[in-house]
């Protein structure tokens, strides 16, 4: 079956714009995670979406968010872009079993959304 | 808030050589430990993973080791091969999110 897909795979926009970045999960998949990748930082947690909702969100500000669909695609929006959030993006699906936090969360990931602020 | 710590940052073996790579989490409500390999340029990728209720976890050349009441979980690769080179990342899941640490950057040197 297909894997996680994010688009667009590059982009380069300037300080104040805003952008919006999307990602297609597994099929069957209905948890979505959004990861901020940078160099030295590893992978920071943005927020997980599932059935369309929020679940948890990361120490990110306001000018981060994002929405999930009804068919499980999910978009984050950054606003007021700034310098340092040029980074990697990297979306993951997951399949939940159970409710809760005692069901196991293996993430796929995406190839990500390389974001470039000048 | 929660947090995942990962040592060492950087670390060099020779092939064949062990290498380990040590964790700790903060948040008690983590129940599943999974570690990610990210070769460069590629996306992170799952190698093996233990669970809450489950001390040690064993994949051929891979290990993975979890102290709960210390809250302490380590990855052990035998054998070291030149493909092993790549980031290494722990990871600590509980209620809808899981934390990633920094990342180990492993080098084998043939």
């Known amino acids: 079956k297909a894997g996680v897909t994010q688009t667009p795979r590059y982009l380069i926009k300037t300080r104040g714009q805003q952008v919006t970045l999307s990602c297609s999960p597994i099929?069957?998949?209905?948890?979505v995670s959004w990861y901020q990748q940078t160099p030295g930082q590893g992978l920071q947690f943005l927020f997980e979406?599932?059935?369309?909702?929020?679940?948890n969100k990361g120490n990110f500000p306001g000018r981060f968010s994002g929405r999930q669909f009804s068919n499980s695609r999910s978009e984050m929006n950054v606003s007021t872009l700034e310098l340092g959030d040029s980074a990697l993006y990297l979306c993951?699906?997951?399949?939940?079993?159970?409710?809760?936090?005692?069901?196991?969360?293996?993430?796929?990931f995406g190839a990500g959304s390389r974001l470039t602020v000048l | 808030g929660e947090n995942v710590e990962q040592h060492p940052s950087t670390l060099s073996v020779q092939e064949g050589d062990s290498a380990v790579i040590k964790c700790t989490y903060s948040d008690s409500a983590s129940n599943y430990f999974p570690w990610y390999k990210q070769e460069l340029g590629k996306r992170p990728q799952l190698i093996i993973d233990i669970r809450s209720n489950v001390g040690e976890k064993k994949d051929q050349r891979i290990a993975v080791t979890l102290n709960k009441t210390a809250k302490h979980f380590s990855l052990h690769i035998t054998e070291t091969q030149p493909e092993d080179s790549a980031v290494y990342f722990c990871?600590?899941?509980?209620?809808?999110?899981?934390?990633f640490g920094a990342g180990t950057r492993l080098f084998v040197k043939a």
């Open positions: 990871a600590a899941t509980g209620g809808f999110k899981t934390i």
């Open positions: 993951a699906s997951s399949l939940i079993s159970g409710t809760g936090s005692s069901g196991a969360n293996v993430l796929t």
């Open positions: 099929s069957g998949h209905r948890s």
């Open positions: 979406y599932f059935s369309e909702t929020q679940r």
